[in-house]
């Protein structure tokens, strides 16, 4: 089956500008995690959920960042007038119940400039 | 400040050697996983160890959980170049948290 996508692989924008990054998780996953990754280190949590319930969010950096996952299937990550400091690689993964193993996507790589 | 200590935080070394990593908090984890991850690629689970003292064997892999689930290891043996990538602890406090993520530990494997 497929494993978990992500959309679009690569984001190029302007200071200020708004962006939502997409997550489809494995299907059927209960649980869906948002990480931010610099290069060389481990993903920094953001946020999960359960079905589409918001666990957690203490990981998201401020207010511009927000997550929904309405349905409790596809997510996103929107981050609202962004800096340049938000470029990153914004990693997504599901699980098939809260701390089973983790299946991650390829990611989006964020560039603002 | 991470809440997992991974070290070294980089290994190169030649094939057939053998080596360890290591992962340090002084949390108590509930379980605690190792990944590895390629360059451009996301991390891939190796192993889940929940069990304070428990060993668990992958082929050349050998991880081990700490009595105290404070710590874990994982020992190489005969590695390959294969094996070059950065791995990656994640420990979960309880139940119903998150995983964090230690910064893991860049291993390199010359033939």
């Known amino acids: 089956g497929a494993g978990v996508s992500q959309s679009p692989r690569y984001k190029v924008t302007k200071r200020g500008q708004d962006v939502a990054l997409r997550c489809d998780p494995i299907s059927g996953h209960v649980s869906l995690y948002w990480y931010r990754q610099a290069l060389g280190q481990g993903p920094e949590f953001l946020t999960y959920?359960?079905?589409?319930?918001?666990?957690?969010k203490s990981g998201l950096p401020n207010d511009r960042f927000s997550a929904e996952r309405p349905e409790g299937s596809i997510s996103t990550l929107t981050i609202q007038r962004t800096e340049q400091r938000d470029s990153a690689m914004y990693r997504c993964?599901?699980?098939?119940?809260?701390?089973?193993?983790?299946?991650f996507g390829p990611g989006t790589r964020l560039l603002v400039l | 400040t991470q809440l997992l200590e991974q070290s070294p935080q980089f290994l190169s070394i030649q094939e057939g050697e053998n080596l360890t990593v290591y992962c340090n908090s002084s949390?108590?984890?509930?379980?605690l996983q190792w990944y590895r991850q390629e360059p451009g690629e996301g991390p891939v689970l190796l192993v889940t160890v929940v069990t304070g003292g428990e060993v668990k064997k992958l082929k050349r892999l050998t991880f081990q959980f700490g009595d105290a689930r404070k710590d874990s290891s994982l020992h190489i043996t005969a590695a390959q170049p294969g094996d070059t990538g950065l791995y990656l602890c994640?420990?979960?406090?309880?139940?119903?948290?998150?995983?964090?993520f230690g910064a893991g530990t860049q291993v390199v494997v010359t033939p």
């Open positions: 994640a420990g979960v406090a309880n139940s119903w948290g998150k995983f964090q």
């Open positions: 993964a599901s699980s098939l119940v809260n701390q089973e193993t983790q299946y």
């Open positions: 949390s108590v984890f509930s379980s």
């Open positions: 959920f359960n079905y589409e319930a918001q666990q957690d």
